[in-house]
């Protein structure tokens, strides 16, 4: 529905099809069977200078298109944002490093619901028919994960249960992506790399049969249009050579450079927004920034057509005699070399022309993208990565193929198969394509798998590998994080990132609440009244408490949480008879037999008697690593069965920050 | 050089190339481009009887083609079984469930070494050439973890640091698998779900970098000899329809229920030679199978010619006019149906018979696998187990296509574009090999990923993820283990399986050691004597022991390794003067000071200061949960601070072979 939705409204800002409004162009012009990329050709669909009686070409019907299409832009966008500023602010954003949050053991109330799939389905239509340089790929794994949240109430084995729960979520994610590019298994494995915190086997194969279905469905609805089910579906015929492997590694560092660039740029933004005038008027910038890519955009063809639309143009290879594809234009001759006629392609003026546009174009769509991932509309950041790169790629690919036609007698081309034009340009765009996203996200399996599932290029798995590989390293070594990570630090989310070992040499009695000189706040497990707990329930704001057995041998009892032990105090004294003030709580099984005051108060049942404990030399590394593996909030420190304080996981994290040398303040929680 | 040696000696059963003895047969023909299909039509190629001054055809070179090919193949498979018996006896079979043990943190000395990487190729060379109903790939995972092995020992960092090294293995089964089907990516996932036990996401992305070297030097190599670099690679024009779905998933069905039997069948015989004479005499086993597989097979030529090239024969399309593939022996007209004319094919009689001889390979060559995996010979399971589903596939996709032929008017078939032949059975093919190995291996993502690396068929991800998820419920449904789960019961090996949960409402209590009225062997921490601990590690075999306040007050202060305790003690004794037997063992900080015997022994530093804990009422789940994701050995019990007892992995292992009603002794340590 956002694609059919997304495609009908991008069209409208053009024209309108007057026999069938609800069709795009594309089903408009199918029953004459005419490409979508022959802009004009189409006598069935109507741009508005033609419905308001004028011709199509000429200055006059130009301005009109043009003013129209820039407020069709901004209708759409004020929409888009006025929803979400109204109904759904967690709407906003592509939701994927809210998501992993979630996925770690972060609660969000509100940020899978109903309101949110709803108002961030429509939103994304409209910012995505909005021309805005973003994508719809990302928000579909938010979408995704909204409908396996809601959907989970449907069994309580499964709503009821957080971490179960997040075994749906997961799953979800990898149906996400699996729609949003007719991936399947690159879902999954997007899932599994980049979205996930926990993904046990059993996951796995669950999320699979997910991926499988949402896969099927789409191939049943077709939205893409042509039989592959594949977005980009191309086929070169032929092999890479080895020498390739040079500029395809030369992309992956531009693609781990440009990734990296967009990251710092973007995040610099995001904070200034954060934390200026700006960020309070999130309708008036989003409008801004709609209107200025309206105007900017509309005069330049490869900036005015739908980004998925270029990537195809980019990718695809040019066959002789093609006229459509102003990246095709070749003049194409027979040269003798040595005994053989090889055919080779001199590049004719379409193509110097194309290159300066393509250049403009990545400029110009580097610097949108950079302010407008962040902004309070839904967007995503696959399509516009990929975009950069394809432009990156095809450039690069040009030129490759023109180094070839110049010097076609080097020893690494005639080493190989020396036919007609060996460089495929079309592969380079998709290399490109594959770097540029894999510096920003930083993900290489799943990238790969997403790139020849996009594509159906199974052969060219080693280039890709490369391309992704370079990109990852250079992208980690100018900076850490990828554009998910940078997000969630951003945000200040309590995510304890588990890709990065914790090599320092701490003890968790460095680690542990209380410091010195203070006190740990405990409860006895048969000594303090129920005013005594009471108080130190308003003295104190700890989760939870833990349980002594008394305040001189504080060894560990157990673990009673904060929520339990006011639900069950307020209850008992509201219920049972005889329980008062000065009532004493009883953790234990047997009743202390001096007991000369009111009736005790029993909370045994409400003590999780196996709390999870460290001793006060366990090494942080080990704490952090338990962490992470057991999913904890907290854990309790021993020294020879004493108790001597608590590690919450926002202590954890404070650490981790710390010894990093960033700001342990920068972390949010609850 | 595993590949080029078997392809050479498989080919010597049949013939020798006089011009250059280490050519194979491919490489001989290959300057005259005869097919290697067509059998006896390359005149540079000499079988046995021409060597021997006779012809090539008649029933006097058969018989000596006939005996000369068994006597190879006896040779061969009694040089392997030799050389395995005599220097290596862990290179028999295919590695894996060992690999899988190892990788869960158990250690066979010796399983990895040089031994067992030089004996497993050459080994394994000879039993493919031996003719055996056996594959290269699994054991190519055990060759490659050799490597790894003794790679690390070259970076003392992994080298000396188990967890470390095994990282390193995990890569290494990723590039096994990949240059074994020419399949990164699918290494890198098979890697991830079959064999690893903990695969954090660095050990991914760097599995990811092996398998793309892999590939890489793989390609540069070309041992398949074709320039796409897959091992199948077909490529079908046609897309598959809707109705095909049904018998997709009823060859995944079937593939589960091929795969369960083939596994019970396996294991009951494997059962059998452990318990019974025959496993006293495992050179003669092979011999005699050898023997019986050479006589066998060699009449049907289905069965004689390698697995591979047969698997190829199975997955590729017909081409018209295709007169060397028996498989496609048609008759085609053009016949007009409604207003169009439309081109099918009739079976011709070639067809009839090889689906007859076809028929019989199956059987035959299930048979022999099931007496084969497992003898003392480097084996392999995938060849075999995507032998016997391309057979069941291309059988049921030859009866689709006749069922399309003989009722072109059904619905679901007119519906789809109605021009030519729309099945292709040669993705019958590709689909049931998938499905059998998914129901003996139970693997999905990796092995739709594997499938589609093998053939380059990206398009047919839904098919190949319906058969393979069919395969799974069904074999899991019918028997819960894969075949190396089953054989990793079989040895009885210690692999606390991380797919399954655990989900039994015991307690840790119920599972410590010592049960009640026996006492738990402890060390105080000062007040032993070296005497004391001498005795104390006499009379117990524990691997370790807790160090606890005192007798009285069992409060645990950490945890001390017998091997630690052994060398420290002979140690001090030697060199340091003034300890005698009587000194007192101290494990603080501070010296008691009413220290009237001899200089006591500090033995603080061997001593582990935080040894994980848990309480005696933590679920048996959360417990077999940090054993497994925390990798333990041992955890402490105790209870308010106070030691109760000791869970070691063998208790928990024990627990949960009880807890599925299995024999709990059956479990091997050490």
Redesign the interface.
């Known amino acids: 529905m956002v694609d059919i939705g997304a495609s009908w409204m991008s069209d409208l800002k053009h024209g309108i099809c007057p026999p069938a409004f609800w069709f795009n162009r594309e089903q408009c012009c199918y029953p004459a069977k005419q490409s979508v990329f022959e802009e004009g050709n189409c006598s069935t669909w109507k741009t508005w200078p033609e419905i308001f009686g004028l011709s199509r070409n000429g200055t006059g019907p130009y301005i009109i298109s043009y003013i129209w299409y820039v407020l069709w832009a901004l209708l759409f966008a004020s929409l888009s944002a006025s929803l979400v500023r109204m109904f759904a602010p967690y709407a906003c954003g592509s939701g994927i490093p809210e998501i992993k949050t979630i996925l770690s053991g972060f609660i969000i109330r509100g940020y899978l619901g109903k309101w949110t799939l709803l108002i961030k389905s429509v939103g994304l239509m409209l910012s995505v028919s909005a021309g805005l340089t973003l994508g719809k790929e990302g928000p579909m794994v938010h979408i995704a994960s909204c409908i396996g949240n809601i959907f989970s109430h449907v069994f309580p084995k499964y709503g009821r249960n957080e971490a179960k729960k997040r075994e749906i979520l997961s799953a979800a994610a990898a149906a996400g992506v699996s729609v949003a590019f007719g991936a399947?298994?690159g879902g999954?494995?997007f899932s599994l790399?980049e979205v996930s915190y926990y993904f046990?086997?059993?996951t796995?194969?669950r999320s699979?049969?997910c991926a499988?279905i949402a896969?099927?469905v789409l191939?049943?609805l077709t939205p893409f249009g042509n039989?592959?089910?594949?977005l980009f579906f191309v086929e070169y015929n032929k092999?890479w050579i080895?020498f390739e492997l040079i500029p395809f590694v030369f992309l992956g560092i531009m693609g781990g450079v440009i990734g990296t660039f967009f990251i710092k740029a973007n995040l610099w933004w995001c904070r200034y927004r954060k934390f200026s005038k700006l960020g309070q008027y999130p309708v008036m910038e989003v409008l801004f920034v709609t209107l200025v890519t309206g105007i900017i955009c509309y005069p330049n063809p490869f900036t005015r057509m739908n980004m998925n639309e270029l990537i195809f143009l980019l990718v695809s290879k040019c066959s002789p005699g093609d006229v459509t594809n102003p990246l095709c234009d070749y003049k194409r001759m027979n040269i003798t070399m040595g005994n053989s006629v090889i055919e080779v392609t001199e590049p004719g003026p379409g193509i110097y022309s194309s290159i300066w546009l393509l250049m403009l174009t990545f400029i110009l769509k580097l610097a949108l993208t950079i302010f407008t991932f962040g902004m309070k509309v839904p967007a995503g950041l696959f399509i516009p990565s990929l975009l950069l790169g394809a432009i990156m790629g095809r450039i690069v690919g040009i030129g490759v193929e023109q180094f070839a036609y110049s010097y076609p007698n080097i020893w690494f081309f005639t080493g190989e198969c020396a036919d007609s034009n060996l460089i495929t340009p079309g592969l380079y765009a998709v290399v490109g394509a594959a770097a540029v996203l894999g510096g920003v996200t930083r993900m290489?399996?799943s990238l790969?798998?997403i790139m020849?599932?996009l594509t159906?290029?199974?052969?060219y798995?080693?280039p890709l590998?490369?391309a992704a590989?370079a990109s990852?390293w250079v992208g980690d070594a100018l900076g850490r994080q990828g554009i998910y990570d940078a997000h969630i630090a951003l945000n200040g989310y309590p995510f304890l990132d588990?890709?990065e070992?914790f090599a320092h040499t701490t003890l968790?009695a460095d680690v542990m609440q209380p410091k010195r000189n203070e006190t740990l706040n405990v409860i006895t497990q048969d000594s303090m009244t129920v005013d005594d707990v009471e108080n130190l329930l308003k003295e104190t704001e700890h989760n939870g408490y833990p349980v002594v057995?008394s305040r001189e041998n504080q060894?560990?009892?157990?673990f009673v949480l904060r929520r339990d032990l006011n639900l069950a105090i307020g209850n008992a004294k509201r219920l049972i008879e005889g329980i008062s003030s000065s009532s004493i709580v009883i953790f234990t099984s047997t009743t202390p037999t001096q007991n000369l005051g009111p009736q005790p108060l029993k909370l045994k049942k409400i003590l999780d008697?196996?709390?999870?404990?460290?001793?006060d030399?366990?090494?942080m590394e080990?704490v952090v690593?338990?962490f992470r593996?057991?999913g904890l909030r907290q854990t309790l420190v021993?020294h020879?069965?004493?108790l001597l304080g608590v590690i919450t996981k926002k202590d954890v994290l404070r650490h981790v920050k710390q010894m990093d040398n960033e700001d342990p303040n920068t972390v949010l929680f609850n």
Chains 1, 2 share one sequence.
């Open positions: 399947p298994i999954v494995l790399e046990p086997l059993k796995l194969w699979f049969f499988l896969a099927f191939r049943s039989e592959h089910s594949v092999p080895f290489t399996v790969v798998v020849f599932e159906g290029g199974v052969r798995i080693v590998m490369a590989m990852k588990s890709k070992e968790a057995v060894y560990l009892v157990g008697m196996a709390p999870i404990t460290v001793t030399q366990t090494p080990t690593d338990m593996k057991l021993t020879n069965g004493r």
